[in-house]
């Protein structure tokens, strides 16, 4: 069993009011080190056995038409274990 | 300059409707590679230089505090570039 990882960010043009919220939150509970903050999702899905080429065409097809929205948002597939 | 990526997901044991969701979409646009699907956040967030370990660990008070919450979801913290 391995698990594919998708991450979808909003594109660096992209306003990420997000992001923003969670960095200006940040200085206000003591914490100074960040510059930027952005927020993305994340899809940890749970397939049988190791995954095939195939397998990973077809998650990337399926990260384009249904995880991400590619007019605004980028994704990176990961394989993990 | 460097990015600490903090990955929260929901616990095992919890509930997560949004990765059901997912995972339920996928079989009617075709997709059936999926066993089951999480959806959890992934924060960027973007430093100065390299991080410190006490940065780390403020990263890491910070994921405690803010950006996860640690009765229902875990989260993992990884240094990126």
Redesign the interface.
Known sequence: ?ATIVV???LKPEILDPQ?QA?AS??PR?G?N????????????????GEPTPA?IA??E??AH???SNPVIETYVIKVEK
Chains 1, 2 share one sequence.
């Open positions: 069993m991450e979808v960010m992001g969670v939150a940040l509970l914490f080190f960040a510059k930027a903050v952005r927020q993305g999702k994340r899809f940890e899905i749970e397939i049988d397998q077809q998650v097809d399926a038409k249904l995880l």
